[in-house]
């Protein structure tokens, strides 16, 4: 089993649209959570860290069950630049990040 | 913020030769650096954690007399391809941690071996 797993899509929405994604964990002993946005053929970039609480981070919101090893990112009113691969990503303090395989939304006009 | 300076961006290279990959830690001291190896369209895998002044430390199945891992200074890391062959084309990027920003990327390394 791996130990991060996403849907792989690829998710086509139009604009305006509300799009989730969700991503289940495997290891228990993960303590941080994050939502990486990575384009083609670049380095990932942060979008959001994923706290318990769940966080709001204007369009975009993010929830973590942690009794489920379940999390989320919601995407409102999607714009074309939303257009990217969406990576669910855990780790342990200190250590490496375990990246998901990546979730892909187009965003078209 | 944390910057970290990765270098080519792009290689080609024939099979056989060997292809050293920088990162650098412009702006702080990086103790720890990980080594990320991503094919087409699947997960940025870890191959290995570089600790400045120590060996490496490989993830299961990465074969370390082949990705020779050096960090020999605070502010270095290379990860050399030895002996490349085609199977060994990839993306591949660094990922530094500095206390107070978190992780951060080298732009990564795009390799084709011919």
């Known amino acids: 089993r791996k130990e991060v797993e996403q849907d792989p899509g690829p998710f086509n929405v139009p604009e305006g649209a509300t799009v989730a994604f969700n991503c289940t964990y495997s290891?228990?002993?993960?303590?941080?959570f994050f939502w990486y946005r990575q384009d083609c053929r670049k380095e990932p970039k942060l979008l959001m860290s994923?706290?318990?609480s769940g966080n709001e981070d204007g369009r975009f919101t993010a929830q973590l069950n942690r009794a489920s090893q379940y999390i989320s990112l919601l995407i409102r009113d999607s714009k074309l630049s939303d257009s990217a691969t969406y990576l669910c990503?855990?780790?342990?303090?200190?250590?490496?990040?375990?990246f998901g395989k990546g979730t892909t939304l187009s965003v078209s006009s | 913020g944390a910057v970290v300076s990765q270098h080519p961006s792009r290689v080609i290279c024939k099979s056989g030769t060997s292809v050293k990959i920088e990162c650098r830690s412009l702006?702080?001291?990086?103790?720890?650096m990980f080594w990320y190896r991503q094919f087409p369209k699947q997960s940025l895998m870890l191959m290995a954690t570089?600790?400045?002044?120590?060996?490496?430390?490989?993830e299961q199945g990465v074969e370390k007399d082949k990705f020779l891992i050096n960090h020999a200074s605070l502010t270095l890391s290379t990860l050399t391809v030895t002996s490349a062959h085609p199977e060994d084309s990839s993306f591949y990027i660094c990922?530094?941690?500095?206390?107070?920003?978190?992780?951060?990327f080298g732009s990564g390394t795009r390799l084709t071996v011919v």
């Open positions: 990922s530094a941690i500095q206390s107070g920003y978190g992780y951060t």
């Open positions: 990503v855990v780790n342990q303090a200190g250590t490496a990040l375990i």
């Open positions: 702006d702080f001291q990086a103790t720890t």
């Open positions: 994923v706290y318990s």
């Open positions: 290891n228990s002993a993960s303590q941080s």
């Open positions: 570089s600790n400045e002044g120590s060996k490496a430390t490989y």
